[in-house]
């Protein structure tokens, strides 16, 4: 019985915990005489036993399973003076979106209408520094954005080129005001009007006098029926009418002084002001009133008309119907009595000192006073 007492009982070889690695430490036997090593009771589960540190040159055991938390404890200590989250952190990936500032908005459209507007220097400018501003505010309020980085590139270049046309403007007035000081007699002004007018009470300078005298002249040869201008006139007349009848009006048996007295019958006029100019040239204006030729020269084709389509143009000769054509004319100006108003232009030119009609322009005007016949 007492060597019973004395032997030792091995404990089981699962007893004592495994050296990581595999290998298992057999128990040490005890010494003769030496009293029992105690046997090592079971863990406890409230008290775990922590594992013994890896031998050198091995890996760290694996962590024994935690068990979780009670609920509405925190999972992991909340150091002192930490606000507690009960909900716990938020999933990883997770951001805020940041909020969009309509500061990049305005800057844009300001950039925009700096560009539209950069021909109008001073709102060029000033839409451009505003889009600078607003899009340098909407980055620090909301991170960088393309509506902020728009406005505010759109912003500079409506700057620059603002300034390029201020800088155009510039060169543009300097160089028309070295060309008037070069150029002195180019830009002539009369009493602060495009042209005195003898009607409104203006006074004329001596050019503008002299320039509506002459023209004033011309225009009383047709009012009095200068003989050399009636004369003058009739031949114009006649051969225009040639060329379009393939008659002259001598042929038809019409005295053209005649008709050209019936024109000028009931021609007057009305002086609307003088314009002359640094370069010898001057127009003199005028209201007249005269016998309408083209009413006239309606009631004449349409009598022509109607004889040549008739039976009695037929059977007539070359000379009957001359003839016939003649008093056709004749009884047109009888029965046309009706009168028009025209507006019309003299064109003068000065000569040394002394101002002349300008013939040409003259022929060219009274052929429309008197159509194209």
Request: glycine share 10%.
């Amino acid at each position: 019985m007492a060597d019973d007492q004395d032997r030792t009982v091995p404990l089981p070889e699962n007893s004592e915990p495994q050296q990581p690695g595999g290998e298992v430490t057999p128990a040490a036997e005890p010494a003769p005489g030496s009293a029992p090593e105690p046997t090592p009771t079971a863990p406890s589960a409230a008290s775990p036993t922590p594992p013994p540190p890896p031998a050198p040159g091995q890996d760290q055991p694996a962590q024994p399973y935690q068990p979780a938390a009670p609920y509405g404890q925190p999972q992991q200590p909340v150091a002192p003076g930490q606000p507690f989250n009960p909900y716990g952190q938020p999933a990883p990936g997770y951001y805020q979106q940041p909020a969009k500032s309509g500061k990049a908005t305005g800057a844009l459209v300001c950039g925009i209408f700096a560009i539209l507007l950069a021909w109008a220097p001073l709102f060029g400018i000033i839409l451009g520094i505003v889009a600078i501003v607003l899009a340098v505010k909407a980055v620090k309020e909301a991170g960088k954005d393309g509506k902020a980085t728009g406005g505010k590139v759109c912003g500079i270049i409506g700057i620059v080129l603002s300034v390029l046309s201020f800088i155009l403007y510039l060169v543009i007035g300097f160089g028309a005001m070295a060309y008037i000081a070069a150029n002195p007699g180019s830009v002539t002004v009369v009493d602060n009007a495009p042209y005195s007018d003898s009607n409104s009470g203006l006074a004329a300078t001596e050019d503008e006098k002299q320039a509506e005298a002459v023209a004033q002249a011309e225009l009383d040869k047709l009012k009095n029926q200068d003989p050399a201008f009636v004369q003058q006139l009739a031949a114009q007349l006649d051969a225009e009418f040639a060329d379009s009848a393939g008659y002259s009006l001598a042929e038809l048996g019409v005295d053209p002084v005649a008709f050209v007295q019936w024109l000028l019958a009931d021609f007057d006029y009305q002086l609307d002001g003088t314009y002359t100019s640094s370069d010898g040239t001057g127009t003199t204006y005028a209201d007249v009133t005269m016998r309408d030729v083209y009413a006239f020269a309606g009631a004449f084709m349409a009598d022509a008309t109607a004889f040549s389509r008739s039976t009695e143009a037929g059977s007539m000769d070359e000379a009957a119907v001359k003839a016939k054509l003649g008093e056709l004319f004749n009884a047109a100006m009888e029965k046309t009595t009706d009168t028009t108003e025209t507006y019309i232009g003299v064109d003068l030119v000065k000569q040394g000192d002394a101002w002349v009609v300008d013939e040409e322009s003259w022929s060219d005007e009274t052929e429309l006073l008197f159509g194209n016949l």
